[in-house]
């Protein structure tokens, strides 16, 4: 069953601009996962962030957990055209080395 | 080079007709994984095996099989029974909990 839901389902920015993406989730997690999938290839994980975790950098990309909202959100700062891609998040709600995809966001950074 | 292998790539077959799409790995990857994409959404489990000779259904297991006879391999047959199998397939791998290694996927089209 799909737990996250993600929002908006489609983004669209211009180059240098930041995108937010937020998911949400329904039941509790010991960690949240985000992954980036280029059109018609597979996913590539991005960053974990673990329940005990309110924030996490990895370059441009920055996750933000809210326990208490059963939320989490992406930010890319500094967009670039090779941003374009579907992200998702994904939870282990389902158990353990079982993760749940929310439906993810289309994302296009127009040059 | 290390990683999941998926193939073919794409894949067209009959209705009626079982077929059966390839994942290996050589990173040594515990659990393997089968996940359904459909267009504009998310992933969805079909089934997953923790150790070798041993696998467990999904969210949306009806129509499909597998096996697992070695840590490197993990096939999944799409049969007649399944009443909508053109979808994109993914196949991926773990350990514990940390995150997964997606292949690029099998574009399965039946008509």
């Known amino acids: 069953s799909q737990q996250g839901e993600e929002d908006p389902q489609a983004l669209s920015i211009q180059e240098g601009e930041n995108a937010t993406m937020n998911c949400s989730y329904k039941t509790s997690i010991n960690n949240l996962q985000w992954y980036r999938q280029n059109s018609g290839r597979g996913l590539v994980h991005l960053i974990l962030i673990r329940s005990n975790e309110r924030e996490k950098h990895s370059g441009r990309l920055r996750v933000t957990l809210d326990t208490s909202k059963k939320s989490s959100s992406l930010l890319i700062t500094a967009s670039r055209a090779a941003d374009t891609a579907s992200y998702f998040c994904?939870?282990?709600?389902?158990?353990?080395?079982?993760?749940?995809f929310g439906q993810g966001t289309r994302l296009t950074i127009n040059p | 080079d290390g990683g999941i292998t998926q193939s073919p790539k794409y894949l067209f077959r009959k209705e009626g007709q079982n077929v059966t799409l390839s994942c290996e790995q050589n990173?040594?990857?515990?659990?393997m994984y089968w996940y359904r994409q459909d267009p504009g959404q998310g992933l969805r489990l079909i089934y997953y095996s923790q150790i070798v000779n041993d696998f467990q259904k999904g969210d949306i297991a009806e129509g499909y099989s597998v096996s697992r006879e070695k840590k490197e391999s993990f096939p999944l047959t799409v049969t007649s029974a399944q009443k909508n199998p053109t979808a994109f397939y993914l196949c991926a791998g773990g350990t514990g909990s940390s995150p997964l290694h997606f292949g690029n996927g099998t574009r399965l089209t039946v008509t």
């Open positions: 990173l040594n990857h515990d659990a």
């Open positions: 994904a939870t282990d709600a389902g158990g353990a080395q079982k993760l749940v």
